[in-house]
């Protein structure tokens, strides 16, 4: 089972409050009554993975600082799943405001707002912040179990969003914007098949059936054409011809057999497509060879 994001995010302004955190969610712990917990929670099933496998745990003392951490996880591919912020840091932003700046860089992060004060209702938290379900409130002093249980299920609820995010994207149909698009099929019923699916999804159509007539249209509009969409049992080698017109030229290949790429394409194994298409498959693929 693939490993769920266990990256944490502590921005307190005390530093002996970092090293609380530090010992509870990274050190390796034989706490019997966090074990009785996560046995009670996991029906029995557990064997100590929650409270031994650890966290990765970044500390900042202002909320300045904690945005920029965010940012660079951001950048590196490894975003953060859970942040504790405290309320009260001087001199600089306090925990809304940091919470804010947070949000604006990645909304995914699950939050939990840590104070030792009443300066804030819950009316204000929310008031500021929205009504959302990715933020919660836990009080100072806090016990190691209460920490270790709230950083536990909001890192399996950022990598449950995560996972129904990527099975949304999956099926998301992506529109052009216009671009020409040539397309080669010597099957009259699959060329008018994929003319019509290019032109709903806001694409020109140059539709050609034979090798000949494809490099005749490219040669009469090669200023015009941002990508060739061609069926190999049709035109094979006219992925070749228009390589050595215009080395530049975006391919994609569609065939009933990828076997059958091999050989045509200079990133082949990035671009075939099986036939019959998938809308969103063929949609998502085209954007990506435009804009890449």
């Known amino acids: 089972m693939e490993e769920i994001n266990r990256r944490v995010l502590v921005i307190d302004d005390m530093q002996d409050i970092h090293a609380d955190y530090l010992r509870v969610l990274v050190e390796t712990t034989e706490s019997s009554a966090v074990d009785a917990l996560a046995s009670d929670i996991l029906d029995g099933g557990y064997e100590g993975a929650v409270s031994k496998a650890g966290f990765d745990v970044d500390c900042a003392s202002q909320g300045q600082k904690g945005v920029e951490l965010v940012e660079k996880a951001l950048a590196e591919g490894r975003p953060y799943a859970v942040a504790f912020v405290d309320v009260r840091m001087p001199p600089g932003w306090n925990g809304i405001e940091t919470i804010r700046h947070i949000w604006q860089v990645d909304p995914d992060i699950q939050i939990t707002i840590v104070t030792a004060y009443s300066d804030y209702s819950w009316g204000d938290i929310t008031r500021d912040l929205g009504d959302t379900d990715q933020l919660q409130l836990l009080k100072k002093p806090f016990e190691s179990i209460e920490l270790l249980s ?35 099929d010597g099957k009259g019923s699959d060329r008018a098949v994929g003319e019509g699916v290019l032109e709903s999804l806001g694409y020109k159509v140059l539709a050609a059936s034979d090798e000949q007539e494809a490099v005749a249209l490219f040669n009469a509009n090669r200023d015009l054409v941002d990508l060739a969409l061609i069926d190999l049992n049709s035109g094979g080698d006219a992925v070749k011809r228009l390589q050595e017109l215009a080395p530049e030229l975006k391919v994609i290949l569609c065939d009933h057999d990828p076997g059958n790429h091999l050989g045509y394409a200079k990133r082949a194994e990035e671009s075939i497509i099986v036939k019959p298409f998938r809308m969103n498959i063929l949609s998502q693929r085209l954007r990506h060879e435009l804009e890449t």
């Open 150 to 184: 709230i950083a536990t299920s909001l890192s399996r609820k950022w990598d449950l969003m995560h996972r129904m995010k990527l099975i949304e994207q999956e099926f998301t149909i992506m529109d052009g914007h216009g671009e020409m698009i040539l397309l080669l």
